[in-house]
């Protein structure tokens, strides 16, 4: 055991949310792996597509996320009873129209960015062509479930509990305002995506989805701090993947009524989202709502910068943590000419950063209380 000083401002006021935001997309990959070659050690034969078999696995290491976030992290970090509002029809409509607003916004923001790109004849390209179906694999139904499984099953909840679930009161906690919380943890979430983009598709595209992704985080963040109910900021995240991944799939298909239905169906999303920006516009100006105000009240808290950067600059760093294991890795099969020691390094190393991550979060005990001072 060991203590932590806690300082407002202080990198070791932060000290436990670090190790997290570290732990989370190695724990990830290391399920996936770890799943991997249980199926090529045991000549265990799932009688499926390469790709198939990959979307099921990064769900199933997505449900073990989740388990362990809900049953060992949340009730560990001691929030597990947070005060939250209850599910009625007009937050669900909220909820909604946010997802619609949100929608708008990323449509808007990838037709300015791609414009600019086109001026200087940069195309981007996506960095999820990778793990699209073909037209050959659309024909089974059962593909195009368990294509859409780690999307807006898996993805959703597991990124949702970790970032606006668990982050943001342990940020709370420690001292930092709730918006200021809300847009360290966007950038972190949107950087995040970023390195599948550079591997898969190319810098430009990558740019244009953690813009878009940011927005996103945004909306989402606000939809949980409003009601600290995680299951409306899961609703908009399922969606967005819903839509964001129906459409190429929809192309694949070569389906005339499906590229038209969802076409009409982005059309009526755009006009309502912008529909319901005019008006948080204008009912902000007449109203002035509490809450809002509240959220987006200009407050500081004395000497939070100095954590607050440093805790930043961590959760950027960490999730290139999995590709730089991976590239080390790589290069350790190289010179070794040994695909087993390639397997084990790669995860003994990632085991490791999780076991480190978690005996030191369990370990690292509060001296003394936080105490708050706002200032306007």
């Not at 990959?54 to 449900?63: D, G, N, P, R």
């Not at 342990?170 to 972190?188: C, D, H, Q, Y």
């Not at 929809?250 to 499906?258: C, G, I, K, P, S």
């Not at 809450?291 to 939070?304: A, G, P, Q």
């Amino acid at each position: 055991m060991f203590i932590i000083k806690e300082g407002l401002g202080k990198f070791t006021n932060f000290f436990v949310p670090s190790m997290l935001v570290i732990l989370s997309p190695v724990l990830l990959y290391f399920v996936q792996n770890l799943i991997n070659i249980i199926l090529l050690t045991s000549n265990i034969v799932l009688n499926v597509d390469i790709l198939i078999q990959s979307l099921f696995v990064m769900f199933i290491s997505q449900l073990v996320g989740i388990l362990m976030i809900y049953v060992i992290i949340i009730p560990l970090m001691r929030i597990k009873d947070v005060k939250k509002s209850a599910f009625t029809i007009k937050k669900s409509g909220n909820t909604i129209l946010l997802f619609c607003l949100t929608v708008s916004v990323v449509i808007i923001s990838n037709f300015i960015i791609t414009s600019i790109f086109s001026v200087f004849n940069l195309i981007p390209q996506s960095g999820y062509s990778g793990i699209l179906l073909n037209s050959t694999q659309t024909n089974n139904p059962l593909n195009i479930i368990i294509y859409f499984l780690p999307f807006i099953i898996g993805a959703p909840i597991f990124e949702e509990l970790l970032y606006r679930r668990t982050l943001i009161p342990l940020l709370e906690k420690r001292g930092m305002p709730s918006f200021t919380a809300i847009v360290i943890i966007s950038i972190i979430f949107a950087v995040a995506h970023l390195p599948n983009d550079v591997i898969n598709g190319n810098i430009y595209g990558g740019i244009i989805h953690t813009v878009g992704v940011f927005y996103i985080s945004i909306s989402l963040g606000i939809s949980y701090i409003l009601t600290h109910n995680i299951f409306f900021p899961i609703i908009i995240h399922s969606l967005i993947n819903l839509v964001s991944f129906s459409g190429p799939l929809f192309q694949v298909m070569d389906n005339t009524v499906l590229n038209l239905i969802y076409n009409i169906t982005i059309v009526f999303i755009f006009a309502v989202g912008i529909a319901f920006l005019i008006y948080c516009i204008w009912n902000l100006i007449r109203r002035k709502p509490k809450k809002w105000i509240e959220l987006m009240r200009n407050r500081t808290i004395r000497n939070i910068k100095i954590g607050t950067v440093i805790f930043l600059l961590i959760g950027i760093s960490s999730a290139f943590l999995p590709i730089i294991i991976e590239i080390i890795s790589v290069i350790a099969l190289n010179l070794s000419n040994n695909i087993y020691y390639y397997i084990n390094l790669l995860l003994v190393s990632q085991f490791l950063v999780i076991l480190i991550t978690l005996w030191l979060s369990k370990h690292a005990k509060i001296e003394h209380e936080i105490k708050l001072e706002y200032g306007m």
